[in-house]
């Protein structure tokens, strides 16, 4: 009864976002999958719209639903849709939902496998590659304090990028069809993703494990004394969240609440916009007693950073600048230190980096990743600042990328 | 060989025929549904547009054309038994000419980016409907798309040197050129303008820009009656001042944007009336001053004045979230606001909307007027329930009684948003009433010429 319930809200839900839209397309000339899919409209908000609203005719008719799993699972969540719709749809919440009540439906032909094997991983081994430990190497030799009541959160974040992107070459090799078949396997079999290769990018590991050391010395040198749960620190659960495994998700970030309660943390100090924002937003709808206090790190900076005469560029994440654009720490911090020549696109009409698409369509993702590299490089800016380890791993396409940690602690030696 | 499996094996790779991808292509912005298409194709070459026109006509397969799908009457829905041919692709602007006056750009590409591109020369493109930011080149060509500035540099037609076209039978055909005058013939890049895609497939235009202007200055105006604000634009055009543009808001399109924006009106006032006008840096001020003064005879409740760029912005901002404010007061998801598009001479529109008021009461209909008071276009923004048989009835009635009441004082009914399928009976009406069926019969005739099997966007603006 429970689930019926839960299903006749999504759906309640949907019909309303989807019911303000007019189709004027507005959405569509912001939206970052559309051109990259060679402007196939069902990849574009409009089209997810569409879409979404005959998955709604199908849950409340009891007919067959198109296969539009692809439409949904494509979107990036950037949420730019939404800020130039006249009357206020955002297809992104529009694929959100669709999401959660495919898996909440069960409707087998539109889940994507990659998704499904990600998320029972995640819930059997509480990091979506079954490597918790291994993301814990980056800390090797450095001292936290266990008493602390201020949490260093990393989520895994930085360091499932190296990872990701070896998968990616990979899955490349592999083909499509292949991948898709172990994924199947191992989301039935979640204990399979043990035996699997799971190659890393050396040099991406490298950048992003002394990114996460930065952050630590960063805070240090605020005065901030970090607990840290090391090889027991769990992922966050974003995916379950992002590809709409609710009922999963509940489950998981309760776990992920105990562990911090167990911890006797007080304040969660997070690294990266995607952890930030589910913690602070979305973990406090879903979890009772999540009584933590959660921050970013960027908040907490205080050491004196000094101003140097250059030119550099920002890409704002898109869970800073479209999905909490109250949120701008960093881009206060960069003004402190150098001159910020944003790219054309910013703020809330800024483009995301095609990360969110890195592994379930890695095509899409690049497309993306390289137009808004070519816009960040327009500014002619001698260094392109990122905020977020998914951002950076997938514009990092030159030396000039640096992560904000990197360049603050430049900042802070000058 | 069944018709699909042909057109993938002559265009592979860029067939689309899974239902849930063609989906999106069955509507564009108007509240009209169409067919599933038989397939969607996205071409990226002018020689597999030939291909598919082509094979089309020897199959005797209806195309329909897709630009930004932001067709209101809808022009680029589809038909039964259609190919929807997305220009998507044709997305670059191919030469930038400031010295000759020209750009000439794929019909793919949006007007705001054409704009945008544009800029760095200090030149723009004119035509600028309000659905600009989505709007494309061939689309806007083919619906002969208006916009705010229309009343200082006319509908695309204006702007528009020279096209390729690819026709019905797959051969193509350039028309004009790269040059500001041309008498060589009958004008048949005029033909293809506002044609909806019913003659053939834009694939290129040669499109005339124009030099940014130095100095704009705006200006916010309140009145109590329609015809003052008339009177006002009428004096201003009597003295030599064209506004670059000027815009009408009524008093439910204020109250909603009190309501929904929070932007704050003078209780007293029934119309607000946005005027640009442009000039150079020296002599900016003096026109302002000038046009203050007309604007100040007519008696406004109020009236603000600036070349402050954020302060010009605010105000702009009350007429661009004019629609928007609309929307967000529908009472529910089957709840549209259906714009209604007729024109008539400037001088009638004051006489024209009292007319409206009438209709409105009439009808007993929810509906808030705006539009291009300079050029005597308004849009009546109808709010209609699309389930409620009874209310689209009255929706239908009034559209037609508006559109009789444009062609009585010598207007149109449509100024900019083209036939499709929404007006095609009132383009009939229109020709009854001004007696002048021959000329429908005309564009028939030149249609079966040019498209002998009706293949091309067929159902469009008239039925055969």
Known sequence: MEERSLTFDLVELLKEETGKCINCGFCETVCPTLEPSGYDLWKGARGRVMEAKELVKAVESGSEPLRAGDSFYSCLDCHACFYICPAGVNAGIASHLSREIITTQHIKKNENPTAAMMTSVTMKYNNPLGIMKKCASWSEGMEFDRDSTDLLFTGNMYQLMSYEKGMNSLRGMMGKSLTLRISSMVSKHPSLIKLSPKPKDKELDKKMSSSLKNIVHILNMSGIRLNYLGGNEPYPGTFLYDLGYIEEFKEYAKRVSDIFHKANAKRIITVDPHSYDLLKNVYPLYVENFDFSVTHYLDLIDVPLLFKERNITLHEPCHFSMRSPEYTAEIKILRSTANLVMPERSGKKSRCCGGPDELLFPEISEKVSQERYAELEKTGASQIVTACPICFSNLAKSEKVTDISDFILQSVLL | ?464
């Open chain 2, 1 to 464: 060989m069944d018709f699909v499996s042909e057109l993938k094996n002559i265009l592979p790779g860029k067939v689309i025929t899974q239902k849930e991808r063609k989906m999106p292509y069955t509507a564009d912005a108007s509240y009209f549904t169409g067919n599933e298409p038989v397939a969607v194709v996205i071409p990226d070459s002018v020689e597999e547009v030939k291909k598919l026109m082509k094979f089309c006509f020897s199959n005797g397969i209806n195309v329909v054309p897709r630009g930004g799908g932001t067709s209101l009457t809808g022009s680029s829905v589809p038909m039964k038994n259609s190919v929807v041919l997305s220009m998507s692709k044709f997305d670059k602007v191919l030469e930038v000419r400031p010295e000759n006056m020209y750009a000439i750009a794929e019909p793919g590409v949006r007007l705001d980016d054409l704009n945008n591109g544009l800029k760095k020369f200090n030149y723009f493109y004119p035509p600028d409907p309000a659905s600009s930011v989505a709007a494309t080149v061939g689309g806007s060509i083919s619906t002969n798309a208006g916009g705010l500035r229309a009343s200082t540099y006319g509908t695309t037609k204006n702007w528009v040197l020279g096209l390729e076209v690819v026709l019905p039978d797959g051969s193509v055909i350039n028309t004009g050129g790269r040059i500001l005058k041309i008498s060589a013939g009958y004008d048949l890049t005029a033909l293809f303008v506002g044609a909806e895609g019913t003659l053939g497939v834009i694939t290129k235009a040669i499109l005339k820009i124009w030099p940014i202007p130095e100095a704009i200055g705006r200006m916010l105006a309140y009145y109590d009656s329609i015809d003052k604000v008339g009177k006002a634009i009428a004096k201003m055009k009597e003295l030599g001042i064209i506004p670059l543009i000027a815009e009408f808001l009524d008093r439910i399109t204020m109250d909603s944007l009190e309501r929904t924006r929070k932007i704050e009106f003078p209780k007293e006032a029934r119309f607000a009336l946005i005027v640009d006008v442009s000039s150079t840096i020296e002599s900016i001020k003096d026109l302002m001053e000038k046009t203050k003064k007309i604007l100040e005879e007519f008696q406004p409740v109020s009236i603000t004045v600036t070349t402050d760029p954020d302060e010009m912005q605010k105000v702009y901002e009350a007429r661009k979230g004019a629609y928007s404010s609309l929307l967000s007061e529908r009472n529910n998801e089957n709840e549209r606001v259906i714009i209604g598009d007729i024109v008539v001479p400037a001088s009638e529109l004051p006489v024209t909307l009292l007319e409206a008021e009438n209709q409105i009461k009439a009808h007993g209909l929810k509906v808030a007027l705006f539009g291009h008071i300079a050029d005597g276009n308004i849009h009546m923004n109808i709010y209609a329930d699309l389930s409620d048989k009874k209310q689209m009835d009255a929706v239908d009635s009034f559209q037609s009684t508006m559109g009789m009441i444009a062609v009585k004082h010598g207007g149109s009914v449509s100024a900019e948003h083209g036939i499709g399928i929404e007006k095609k009976g009132l383009l009939e009406m229109q020709s009854r009433e001004e007696n002048n069926e021959d000329e429908l019969l005309l564009m028939k005739n030149i249609k079966k010429l040019i498209d002998p099997k009706n293949i091309m966007n067929g159902g469009k603006i008239f039925d055969l």
